[in-house]
């Protein structure tokens, strides 16, 4: 086998699984989470305080947050393949020529950031764990008590999340090994293999 059907193949294996993961997290979401606003009941059963609570639980549905994850992760690959598909760019120019490399891996890096600042947001908004039973704060409704509200699949979204909270674990792993991949063959790898 050559070194560059490797190559192709790992670097094809990267990009594929990288956006296959994003993807099924996306739908996935609404398999697990459906509309989850239906679902979600509190003790008064008033359906404006049920909607209140379920706010405050969820300032953002997961389903968005995930929609727009997916399309803030992937624009800089897009940028850059756009960029190398303008200036005709392949895979070997990014190894030769030091500004592709370093746009590339920038790119990464971006991608790199960007995963994580989406894995901070998501343990921010979601936790590690989904709790069967959320207590809301009412009073702001001029309701003088604290609200019992029961969460729809409780243990099915926090292995969900656990699930996702891994897959961005692996993305940015791989992200780590291109750049360190692409720094090696730049560095030790001969031009003309």
Request: charged share 15%; proline share 3%; with cysteine.
């Amino acid at each position: 086998m050559s070194l560059n059907y490797i190559k192709n193949f790992y670097e094809g294996c990267v990009s594929i699984i990288q956006t296959k993961k994003q993807l099924y997290e996306y739908f996935l979401s609404f398999a697990v989470y459906g509309n989850e606003a239906l679902h979600f009941s509190c003790d008064t059963d008033k359906r404006e305080i049920n909607l209140f609570c379920y706010n405050q639980f969820r300032p953002i549905t997961p389903q968005v947050f995930w929609a727009l994850q997916l399309v803030i992760v992937l624009v800089p690959g897009a940028i850059f393949h756009l960029y190398a598909a303008c200036k005709s760019i392949n895979q070997e120019c990014i190894l030769q020529k030091p500004i592709c490399t370093v746009i590339y891996i920038l790119s990464v890096l971006l991608r790199i950031s960007l995963e994580a600042v989406a894995f901070w947001l998501q343990i921010y908004l979601f936790g590690f764990q989904v709790k069967s039973l959320y207590l809301c704060d009412a009073r702001f409704l001029g309701e003088n008590m604290i609200v019992r509200c029961m969460v729809p699949e409780h243990f099915e979204k926090t292995i969900f999340l656990i699930a996702l909270y891994t897959f961005t674990a692996i993305t940015m792993v791989l992200c780590v090994a291109d750049i360190f991949e692409i720094i090696f063959r730049r560095l030790y790898v001969p031009f003309g293999q």
